[in-house]
């Protein structure tokens, strides 16, 4: 009771001004980043929806005036078990020109035989068998050599999408002639699973449903989720299709970019995935995401800072967002840390408390607001409230430790190329040439 | 008795020694029918043209009547070949008329043995080939029937000793005679190997290839398909060649390939269609009859065993004592009943009889007596459609009170109920003139005899006995 007592003493005590002094992080970089940008594009792109309203009609009438023949390319090893469930929900589909194209990326298991089956029956296009494991990439790759649509889908064989949601991916390409890539909205469809599968949920809902609609109008959208991503053929060749990964759907946006294409983030193409539902499936996940950050942002692409004849000002705005807020302000934390517990000591314990009433307060808020703006919920907004103080705690801690441990990793050792989510025979190929 | 050597002379194709007289068959007498051996104790057959000597064996040996197919034939002048008939199918070779002494001997223990064969009809097809196939085991002293690699035959396996009653694209129905006797505990198999045989037409000839799944051609080019790891770009081998040189370079990179295993590999194959343009990994493997032209699915062609067969305790008696068919396939043709049935039937009908003596009833046995020379030609299917005709025609002309049953596919029991002998002679008269049309209409004029006979059921005996005297009667 003494503490509350102190405690909301010490809150009503604290002017404005040393309210800003003593969470000067938040203020500066995660309120106005994360709330006021998102916020403000995110609204404006609300508003200008009726005069996109007529282009958006438009090339949906082009579209299907054209009908166009869509590569669905979806690589993977030892997926067999998903497939049929895939394929199936790829018949419900309100647009049917589409070729489906399964890659077996040297299976172990029984996905051989079923894919065969399933195409035997029909239900699968082209059903291409790799006998031994080279990475996703490298069955992308064989899957895009094999594709004879005008755009490709990249999906994940443990997905299943809304009925309209190959439909809405292209759409876009017809009345921005610019588009090299879409990419789609990915929910949680495994949110009750666990915890840790609820947080995630909020996380996608949050920051990477609204993120993406926000970084899109900005034209920074810099990762295209391989779960559910379209691309022009054409812009596909022209960048050689895949290079290895991890963290592949980032690099082939950026190489995209690059060639001087737009991206776009889809809201209305709605793709369900499965997310991990333990932390350590979830931390083996993230470390391998946020290496990538490194590996590709800050080394293999880091041409798009130089000024030469490829230079573009989104994608050099595009990348500093990204290694500011992802990188540079993930250390700012630890000094603004240090800065807390070298000069506000006796108070902490205040502090650290009120850190967290703050952030939480931020993301009910957040959370509220951008529901409004969300395209179609597959779940309830209250059913994430009781998760919600939580957020702070995945956010502010969990997930910038894990962040920070891969960061360190791949600075330092480059530890990417040993990850077994690519064969070694690739790894030890793209570290000895810098890839 | 001419018991030398000095005295063996060829006289008008014949050597008498040794109380037999030889026939001597060669290009210049040219026998094709064959008819003409008979009564001569020996066949020596001049083998100089091999296909000569093949015709005129098989002749023989086909025939029907044991007085031609058990005749000891000698080849002279044999020379080595690959016919298993000529091979297998001979009792001795000659190279000059003097080993007649010799041959004489294996002829007489032929003749002994001859005599202890029993005679007895068998009311099948199956039986009455087997029993012929047993009877020149037995005068031989074979034990074993060995299948032997044939070209010429449809399986590609032949059977000398039974296949010769067959053509050769006739070889699957040996397979059935060989199964039959094999129920029958006649013979004994032992897994030799294993035939795949077109499910139209039975014949082994059959090419295996790879063909597209979409269009079912074999028109295919097939590539590797080389996956490089410093780019991840992944296709066919064509996709990295060039045509200066035999160097490998990356299409997506440019970059040389090296070495498989550190900087690329080939992780599988791919086939392209030329005929229909599309990609495949998994070919089907189809068969192309050579015989019927058919393109089968490899799953449907129709798997058959290929043993060899000893006989057993109860085959090698069979030749000397004859033996009795256990098993019958005829029993399920529409409008028929089984012969059990029919002798149930006979006996509430005797006892019908002999409540009112004024009720007449005839039993009438009828036997195609040459329908096997018939099935031969049109085998198993044809033989059954045959009979289930015939029951057809035979029901169109009796009561629907009367029944039929077969006792074999060349023999059937008619009862005939209220009807008398004579009527029942009558009945059998136009039953007879209508079969025999029937069957000569249908199968390129065979003439087909047709003999029957008819009894008037007597009361006082059981039915049993009554089935067992128009047997004994009719085959006596």
């Not at chain 1, 399964?102 to 239900?123: F, P």
């Not at chain 1, 379209?230 to 690059?258: E, H, M, N, Q, Y």
């Not at chain 2, 080389?226 to 064509?238: D, L, Q, T």
């Amino acid at each position: 009771m003494e503490y509350l007592d102190e405690f909301f003493n010490y809150i009503s005590s604290v002017s404005p001004s040393k309210l800003v002094r003593v969470f000067w992080f938040f203020f500066f970089f995660e309120f106005v980043r994360f709330f006021l940008v998102d916020f403000t594009t995110v609204l404006l792109w609300k508003i200008t929806a009726v005069f996109r309203k007529k282009r958006v009609k438009e090339g949906r009438n082009l579209f299907w005036a054209e009908k166009p023949l869509i590569s669905i390319i979806v690589p993977g090893k030892n997926e067999g078990k998903h497939i049929f469930k895939l394929a199936n929900s790829l018949k419900e589909q309100t647009y049917q020109n589409f070729e489906l194209i399964v890659i077996d990326d040297g299976s172990d298991d029984e996905t051989k035989s079923i894919c065969n089956s399933l195409k035997k029956n029909g239900l699968i296009d082209i059903f291409l068998s790799n006998d031994v494991r080279g990475g996703k990439a490298s069955a992308a790759n064989l899957g895009l050599r094999y594709s004879s649509g005008k755009y490709i889908i990249h999906m994940d064989a443990d997905c299943s999408y809304d009925r309209d949601a190959v439909e809405n991916i292209i759409v876009p390409f017809y009345y921005n002639e610019k588009l090299g890539a879409v990419g789609g909205d990915v929910q949680v469809r495994n949110y009750r699973e666990s915890l840790c599968a609820s947080l995630q949920a909020i996380e996608y809902t949050d920051t990477i449903s609204i993120g993406r609609i926000s970084q899109s109008q900005l034209g920074i959208y810099r990762i295209i989720s391989g779960a559910f991503g379209a691309f022009k053929k054409d812009a596909l060749d022209s960048v050689g299709g895949w290079d290895i990964g991890p963290g592949l759907d980032g690099d082939i946006t950026v190489k995209v970019r690059k060639m001087g294409y737009e991206i776009h983030f889809e809201p209305t193409a709605i793709c369900q995935t499965n997310v991990p539902v333990t932390f350590k499936a979830l931390t083996k996940q993230r470390l391998r995401w946020d290496k990538s950050l490194i590996r590709f942002r800050v080394r293999k692409h880091r041409d798009v800072f130089y000024p030469n004849e490829s230079f573009r000002i989104s994608n050099f705005v595009s990348f500093v967002e990204n290694i500011t807020y992802s990188l540079v302000l993930n250390f700012k934390w630890y000094f603004y840390l240090i800065d807390m517990v070298l000069n506000y000591t006796s108070r902490l314990v205040f502090i650290i408390p009120m850190n967290f009433i703050l952030y939480t307060i931020n993301n009910y808020f957040k959370f509220i607001v951008f529901s409004l703006f969300r395209e179609r919920k597959n779940v309830k907004a209250e059913y994430f409230m009781l998760y919600m103080p939580l957020m702070a705690l995945y956010f502010g801690y969990y997930l910038r430790l894990v962040r920070t441990y891969a960061y360190l990793q791949e600075l330092i050792f480059r530890r990417s190329y040993e990850d077994s989510w690519n064969p070694e025979k690739s790894s030890r190929q793209a570290k000895s040439l810098k890839l | 008795m001419n018991t030398s050597t000095e005295n063996i002379k060829v006289v008008d194709h014949k050597i008498n020694y040794n109380n037999l007289v030889f026939y001597v068959i060669d290009t210049t007498n040219s026998i094709l029918n064959i008819d003409h051996t008979m009564g001569y104790d020996a066949l020596i057959l001049d083998a100089s043209d091999p296909e000569y000597a093949r015709i005129v064996l098989k002749k023989i040996r086909s025939h029907y009547n044991p007085e031609f197919y058990l005749k000891p034939v000698f080849l002279l002048n044999f020379k080595e070949t690959k016919d298993p008939l000529l091979n297998n199918m001979h009792d001795g070779l000659m190279t000059s008329y003097d080993q007649v002494v010799s041959m004489s001997e294996v002829a007489k223990r032929i003749f002994l043995k001859t005599t202890q064969l029993d005679n007895q009809l068998i009311p099948s097809f199956e039986g009455q080939t087997v029993k012929k196939v047993l009877n020149y085991m037995y005068t031989r002293d074979i034990r074993t029937l060995k299948p032997i690699v044939d070209l010429n035959s449809s399986i590609g396996y032949t059977y000398p000793e039974l296949s010769i009653n067959f053509t050769n694209t006739e070889e699957p129905q040996v397979l059935e005679i060989l199964e039959w006797a094999d129920r029958e505990g006649l013979i004994w198999p032992d897994f030799y190997e294993r035939v795949y045989l077109c499910n139209n037409c039975n014949s082994g000839a059959l090419s295996y290839r790879e063909v597209c799944p979409h269009c079912n051609s074999a028109n295919s080019k097939s590539e590797d398909l080389v996956h490089h790891f410093p780019c991840a770009y992944i296709g066919p081998i064509s996709d990295f060649q060039n045509n200066i040189d035999s160097s490998l370079n990356c299409p997506k990179c440019n970059k040389t390939l090296r070495h498989i295993g550190i900087d690329y590999d080939k992780p599988s194959v791919i086939h392209h269609c030329n005929n229909c343009d599309q990609n495949y990994q998994d070919a089907f493997i189809k068969s192309k009859c050579l015989s019927c032209e058919d393109d089968i699915d490899v799953k449907y062609l129709v798997p058959k065993t290929v043993n060899i067969y000893k006989l057993t305790r109860k085959g090698r008696s069979a030749a000397t004592s004859g033996f009795l068919s256990s098993s019958l396939e005829v029993d399920d043709i529409f409008g028929t009943i089984n012969m059990q049935t029919l002798r149930i039937m006979l006996h509430y009908e005797l006892e019908k009889v002999k409540e009112s003596p004024a009720q007449k009833t005839s039993i009438a046995l009828v036997h195609l007596e040459n329908i096997f020379e018939l099935y031969n030609k049109i085998g198993k299917k044809g033989e059954r459609k045959l009979l289930e005709e015939l029951v057809a025609v035979v029901r169109e002309n009796i009561k629907s009170s009367d029944v039929i049953a077969f006792e074999s596919s060349s023999t059937l029991y008619l009862m005939l109920t209220n009807t008398t002998s004579e009527n029942a002679e009558q009945k059998l008269m136009n039953l007879t003139a209508l079969t025999e049309n029937l069957i000569k209409k249908n199968f390129n004029s065979f003439k087909v005899n047709l003999l029957y006979k008819v009894k008037m059921l007597d009361a006082n005996k059981k039915a049993e006995v009554q089935l067992q005297e128009l047997s004994k009667d009719f085959f006596a």
